[in-house]
Structures are given as C-alpha cells and as structure tokens.
C-alpha cells in the first residue's frame, strides 16, 4: 500500500508540474499557439467562447495544451524550457502523422497554411483573424 500511494504522489507531482509548465508558456506565449498562433484558452471557455463567437466545438480545438519540445519517450522533462503551450487542434494533428515533424519544422509548415487560410477547420482562422502579422511567438 505504502508504494501504491507514493505512486500516486509521484503522478500528482508530475501532472502539477505539467500544468505549471503549461500555465508558464500559456502566458509567455501571449495565450497563443506555438505552431498556428491562433489565441487559446485555458481556464475559461464561457469566456473565449463569447469573446471570439464561436461554438463549443471550435472553442475545444483552442484548448491549450501542454507540448514537449523533446518528447517524453526521447528523455524530454516537463519542464518549462520543454514545454510549450499549443492549441488542441495543432497537438493532435502534429501527433497523428505517422512520423510527426520536429516542432520547428511542424510551426513552420502550420504558419505557412495559416497564411493561405487553410489550416484550422470551418473558417476557424478567418474568425480569429489569424495572420502572419498577428501575434506571431518566435
């Protein structure tokens, strides 16, 4: 029981750290995404959801999530240095390729269809008024 529990602190550490790390570069970041620079929510989608006029299902492909520079399974911490902070949609996205782009790489390509008004869904990027000139984290 005693090694049962000190797992259990161990994981709510680790996701404690997560969170701060993600809370960190959700703020240094301006509330944008890393890779598409779209503005993110974090806390509040009643909020976002009223300030952009989107729906809820637009509003929880912005949910800021946690990103890992260097992934966990190449030795990556959770770590503020590691962490950025991305929208849901390019998370998942980036993580469904069957060999994922570096994250560089992966910004690079993102912006580039942001240009050209093709990559978040349903004129997403049109409503946000995403554009290269617009709240751009180098």
């Known amino acids: 029981k005693e090694i049962r529990d000190f797992n259990y602190s161990l ?3 680790m996701s404690c750290s997560l969170t701060n790390a993600r809370h960190k570069a959700y703020i240094n970041q301006s509330c944008h995404c890393f890779y598409c620079s779209a503005p993110i929510w974090e806390r509040n989608p009643v909020e976002f959801i009223a300030k952009f006029q989107i729906s ?3 509003a929880e492909l912005l949910r800021c ?3 890992h520079l260097l992934p ?3 030795g990556g911490l959770n770590t503020a240095s590691n962490i950025v ?3 849901r949609f ?3 996205t980036r993580h469904k390729a069957r060999s994922p782009l570096e994250p560089v790489a992966y910004r690079s390509k993102v912006r580039s269809r942001v240009l050209k008004g093709g990559w978040l869904p349903s004129g ?3 409503r946000l008024m995403v554009s290269a000139s617009n709240n751009i984290v180098n």
Do not use: V
Request: hydrophobic share 25%.
């Open 72 to 74: 966990r399974s190449k």
């Open 11 to 13: 994981e709510s550490i």
């Open 65 to 67: 999530t946690a990103e």
């Open 124 to 126: 997403l990027s049109r």
């Open 85 to 87: 902070a991305a929208c």
């Open 56 to 58: 809820k299902s637009q």
């Open 90 to 92: 390019c998370n998942q």
